[in-house]
């Protein structure tokens, strides 16, 4: 059964920072670039940043651009979301699935994991 299992988010402080974390079992995980998206409340599902099978290469959303960084552990069948410097705009559920601008399949979607930010 191919599954995703985000993990990580909660509640921090404007200028805090979580680590989220993304298991993913029931496919062959090295060979897919991954992504992590985001959707707040009455938006549309968006790209946070993208991360090429191997680790090698990562791209980002202009808006969390030096403040995000996705890492992957193939060994563990994990990918990672580092979010620093947390805005009061980053609020949302985070997801992750393979990367839709570079492979012709994604997963179904998982539950995500709650990220909110207030003081």
């Known amino acids: 059964e191919v599954q995703l299992v985000e993990s990580g988010g909660g509640l921090v402080q404007p200028g805090g920072s979580l680590r989220l974390s993304c298991a993913a079992s029931?496919?062959?995980?090295?060979?897919?670039?991954m992504s992590w998206y985001r959707q707040a409340p009455g938006k549309e599902r968006e790209l946070v940043g993208s991360i090429t099978s191997g680790g090698s290469s990562t791209h980002y959303d202009d808006s969390v651009k030096g403040r995000f960084t996705i890492s992957r552990d193939n060994a563990k069948n994990t990918v990672y979301l580092q979010m620093n410097s947390l805005k009061p705009e980053d609020p949302a559920v985070y997801y992750c699935?393979?990367?839709?601008?570079?492979?012709?399949?994604?997963?179904?979607w998982g539950q995500g994991t709650q990220v909110t930010v207030s003081s």
């Open positions: 029931g496919f062959t995980f090295s060979t897919y670039d």
């Open positions: 699935n393979t990367d839709l601008d570079t492979t012709d399949w994604m997963a179904s």
